[in-house]
């Protein structure tokens, strides 16, 4: 069973739309994750204007690969180093620390995410 950053059960990041490197609604991963799918965060116009500049456009439908297009509000499993990146530009997304993969603790302190969480007052 994953883990989150947290150090209990992996949760749920979204179903609608399915997120995840393997489609399961979780920030799950493993060595055919080379993008390192962790973080579930909640999509907002900043960080998907600096995500589409960055080479990654994840507003524009993909129908072909079942990708609907996201919008502000939905929750995503993003990259890890791309929320650093947004992170250190100053547009890092909000997210969940709850369904965060506990491996993003390799990459960035709890600390941080910390001042991202939306369910911090859970933990």
């Not at 116009?45 to 129908?63: C, I, K, Q, W, Y």
């Not at 603790?105 to 933990?123: W, Y």
Request: hydrophobic share 40%; glycine share 8%; net charge negative.
């Amino acid at each position: 069973m994953a883990l989150n950053v947290l150090g209990t059960p992996l949760l749920e990041c979204s179903i609608d739309p399915v997120t995840g490197f393997y489609r399961d609604g979780c920030c799950n991963t493993g060595p055919e994750d080379s993008g390192l799918h962790l973080v579930c965060a909640q999509m907002n116009e900043d960080f998907l204007h600096f995500s589409r500049l960055a080479g990654n456009n994840l507003s524009t439908p993909v129908p072909q690969y079942g990708f609907p297009g996201l919008k502000a509000g939905d929750r995503w499993c993003l990259c890890v180093q791309r929320w650093i990146q947004a992170y250190e530009s100053g547009v890092a997304p909000r997210l969940f620390l709850k369904a965060t993969h506990i491996s993003a603790l390799e990459f960035v302190e709890l600390d941080i995410l910390k001042q991202f969480a939306l369910d911090e007052e859970d933990t």
